[in-house]
């Protein structure tokens, strides 16, 4: 599917800027596209078709209930692009429905591919007897129990449904024998969100049956002297965003009354069966359908993000062979002492290919050691079962000063959020909730501990969140260092947070709201006087998301200059590449595949020219949007050290660049297409997984492993 550039943009703007909502279905569109890889195991490819459908959820709960609100309160601020609210919706709401209508093919197709592998999905056929027997009795012991269907009538009050609801309406008819009349009535059954959605039925073939189909198989259990009419599956999502007034007194309270008001937002879209029964349609819709709600009917599976239950099935056959990710090298020689690691030299590691375990070591380490006297962390998403909040906790226990800035705001993670800070709080950790109205986004730990030559500050950076589930499938950097002058900054980022102290002078740290962003142009701008100058010059970067303005207009006016840029984006991308006179000598590409692209790098030539030992190289929590350079904490931490330096340039960037097999390469109209493999296919991801690790002995990568070792024109 191409999501070409939107007719009703306005020229001046279309012709610079793509629609950051159409790019970020035209990312969902590249997920959505995995699931048809044939290179990828049946089990893999509906786990990329179960992504696609939480992504469209998320997207819809906050990007579409962004639009909808704005809509409803007459705003017609164009977007960058030139497009009205208004017309974004229409757009986004046109390509959803192509979206949707895709996933219910590929799941289709999907299915008869994983039948015919053993793994049946909703196939009455294969339910003999004994097994409709084994579902009767597990549906009266264990679901008919905790379901309460109700009658929707003047009598009883329409019931609410939370976000994310799934639920079956059934009309049904009871014989009046007083009156010999006959009654119609609308039930519905709420179906509670700790039931799974797809069952297993025991026994060697795998038969799973969605929950919604075992309370419709077996509803006459729910309403006996009835007689079945009609029925039918709806789900509902709901506005989930959630805005904070800076005037909020205390942000602990005023986020838990969110949370809950979350749970009750504006109606955002009403999913229905195809096949609907008419009349329970239509008091659904009477109840359900509010001003700025879509209603959409779906012909097949609603709620895709479910068939994640399918995927866990236990066949290794099905899926991608097992990988453990290797404990760094520069640890293990020295018998697992973090501390005499860093000291000696600076330490990168590359997870998920590395293990993840070594920044939890860090802090365990840090919180059992007699000579460390303070440990500062700052906690954006930690996960449901956090090995790192553990170690904060043995570390207040055991006596050490122990600071946690905690972000409340973390999108969908608030709850979470609030919960470890009890936790913390609990165990006597400070806990810090940063600023009201900027996000702490940065990725920092740092320990302080007495020396004999007095105390040492060692600092942890990273570029993705100390959360260990996520570390095991996001592609993300660690960068441990005991130099004094990013000590010095460290704590001056920690200051401003929980003291407001502004980060002024900073010897390495960029630190956004601050100087993040100045940072970054300065060396945009030095590549484009270098340009025409005469001198060499390039830009190479990888980043989750590129939509802000200034940003963007900064590289347009390097490319003008004649500065070669390469850039790895996996999702959103405003930037329109390889338009003449405009961004002729821009590249983008993205990168989709087993892991989650996620790290954030920059490398500027700085005169040389090929990337070398003079490249200025950054690793960052930032991409470049507006949110993270100008209302979020961020840090952004030059590369000196030069094993780290060339480890993460010559290794980690140029394997992205010059990856063939996972990438697809923006167009100027706005599409993407697949890279051609070429004559050397080269599989980024593959690479990291059979290659040394980077903490290690391992070096640049070498002829022999890759199509082409250069960063020239035309290599990514």
């Not at 960068?479 to 460290?490: I, V």
Request: hydrophobic share 40%; glycine share 6%; aromatic share 8%.
């Amino acid at each position: 599917m191409e999501f070409p550039l939107s007719a009703n943009a306005t020229r001046e703007h279309s012709a610079r800027f793509f629609n950051r909502e159409l790019s970020w279905l035209a990312f969902n569109d590249r997920v959505l596209a995995e699931a048809c890889n044939t290179d990828y195991p049946l089990l893999e490819r509906l786990r990329f078709l179960s992504i696609s459908g939480s992504n469209l959820d998320e997207f819809m709960m906050i990007r579409v209930a962004g639009l909808v609100g704005q809509v409803q309160r007459g705003i017609e601020k164009p977007s960058i692009d030139g497009l009205t609210p208004t017309q974004q919706l229409a757009e986004v709401r046109e390509r959803l429905g192509a979206l949707s209508a895709r996933q219910q093919e590929i799941f289709s197709d999907l299915r008869e591919l994983l039948a015919d592998a053993g793994i049946h999905m909703a196939d009455d056929r294969r339910i003999g007897q004994e097994a409709h027997e084994w579902l009767r009795q597990h549906f009266l012991d264990e679901i008919m129990p905790v379901i309460t269907p109700q009658a929707l009538d003047p009598g009883h009050p329409f019931p609410f449904i939370s976000n994310e609801g799934l639920g079956v309406l059934f009309t049904v008819r009871r014989q009046e024998i007083k009156a010999n009349e006959t009654e119609e009535l609308v039930e519905m059954v709420l179906i509670p969100s700790a039931l799974p959605r797809f069952l297993r039925v025991p026994g060697d073939e795998a038969i799973y049956i969605g929950i919604e189909n075992l309370i419709t198989r077996f509803a006459e259990h729910l309403f006996p002297g009835f007689e079945m009419r009609g029925s039918g599956v709806f789900r509902v999502l709901r506005d989930s965003d959630i805005e904070i007034e800076e005037e909020a007194e205390d942000l602990v309270r005023t986020f838990r009354s969110a949370i809950q008001r979350r749970r009750r937002g504006q109606v955002i879209q009403l999913e229905l069966e195809e096949q609907f029964d008419p009349t329970a349609e239509a008091l659904l819709r009477e109840r359900l359908a509010t001003p700025g709600a879509s209603v959409v009917k779906i012909d097949g599976m609603l709620g895709m993000a479910g068939l994640s239950d399918i995927v866990k099935e236990d066949r290794p056959d099905l899926k991608f062979d097992a990988y453990s990710p290797r404990y760094p090298e520069r640890v293990r020689e020295h018998d697992g002492d973090c501390f005499a690691a860093i000291r000696e030299k600076d330490i990168v590691v590359h997870h998920p290919y590395e293990s993840f375990d070594v920044v939890v070591d860090f802090i365990r380490q840090a919180a059992a050691d007699p000579n460390v006297v303070a440990i500062k962390q700052a906690l954006y998403r930690a996960g449901t079962q956090s090995e790192v909040i553990e170690a904060l906790v043995e570390a207040a226990e055991n006596g050490k000063s122990v600071t946690a800035v905690v972000e409340l705001k973390a999108r969908f993670d608030e709850e979470q959020n609030l919960y470890w800070a009890n936790k913390l709080e609990r165990a006597g950790v400070q806990v810090i909730y940063g600023f009201v109205d900027w996000k702490t986004h940065a990725k920092v730990a740092m320990v302080v501990r007495r020396e004999e030559d007095g105390f040492r500050t060692y600092c942890h950076f990273g570029t993705g969140n100390y959360h260990p589930i996520t570390a095991k499938i996001y592609t993300d950097l660690s960068y441990f260092t005991a130099d004094p002058r990013f000590g010095r900054d460290a704590a001056k980022l920690f200051n401003f947070v929980t003291g407001y102290v502004e980060p002024h002078g900073t010897e390495m740290l960029g630190i956004s709201p601050v100087d993040l962003r100045e940072k970054l142009y300065e060396r945009i701008d030095a590549e484009a006087e270098a340009a025409r100058q005469g001198k060499p010059s390039g830009i190479w970067a990888k980043l989750n998301q590129l939509t802000d303005a200034g940003m963007i207009d900064r590289l347009y006016a390097a490319s003008e200059a004649g500065v070669e840029i390469q850039l790895v984006v996996r999702g959103i991308c405003n930037l329109r590449p390889g338009v003449q006179g405009l961004s002729e000598n821009i590249r983008v590409k993205s990168i989709i595949g087993r892991f989650l692209e996620h790290s954030r790098i920059y490398a500027f030539a700085n005169g040389a020219p090929i990337p070398g030992k003079q490249t200025r190289v950054y690793i960052s929590s930032a991409d470049k949007m507006e949110r993270n350079l100008d209302r979020r904490v961020e840090q952004l931490v030059p590369v000196e050290n030069q094993t780290v330096h060339d480890q993460v340039l010559q290794q980690v960037l140029l394997a992205n660049l010059l990856d063939t097999e996972r990438s697809w390469i923006l167009q100027p109209d706005g599409t993407y297409e697949r890279s051609e493999p070429g004559s050397k296919p080269f599989n980024c991801h593959r690479y990291f997984m059979t290659n040394p690790s980077l903490s290690g002995r391992g070096g640049a990568l070498e002829a022999g492993d890759v199509p082409k070792l250069a960063f020239a024109r035309g290599a990514a």
